[in-house]
């Protein structure tokens, strides 16, 4: 059984930082794209950002562009997202999720998500 393990978020104001982590220990990471997912209340979840398995390409939705940075640890099978410039609009739940890059359709597994808020 595959276990994902979140960490971070909180309470931050609008212009601060956080960083939020996610670890996978039970796969060969080197094979997972990894990302993060943002949730608002009420809305939809959506790709935040994401890296590739292969060469460490990376991604993001224009909202965060400039201010996110998605990075992985292929030694510690984890990966991270930090949030600088924080605006409320950002508060949300954020998932993590591993998918195997061939392979996704089971071999892909979420966070149960961390909540960030963004108030003054």
């Known amino acids: 059984q595959v276990t994902v393990v979140e960490s971070g978020g909180g309470l931050a104001q609008p212009g601060g930082s956080l960083r939020l982590s996610c670890t996978v220990p039970?796969?060969?990471?080197?094979?997972?794209?990894v990302s993060w997912h943002g949730q608002p209340v009420g809305k939809e979840r959506e790709l935040v950002a994401i890296?590739?398995?292969?060469?460490?390409?990376?991604s993001y939705a224009d909202p965060v562009k400039g201010r996110f940075t998605i990075s992985r640890d292929n030694d510690k099978n984890t990966w991270y997202l930090q949030m600088n410039s924080l605006k409320p609009d950002d508060t949300a739940a954020y998932f993590c999720?591993?998918?195997?890059?061939?392979?996704?359709?089971?071999?892909?597994?979420w966070g149960k998500g961390i909540q960030v808020t963004v108030s003054s």
């Open positions: 039970q796969v060969t990471f080197t094979l997972y794209d």
């Open positions: 890296v590739r398995s292969v060469g460490r390409e990376t």
């Open positions: 999720k591993a998918a195997h890059r061939t392979w996704p359709g089971k071999n892909t597994y």
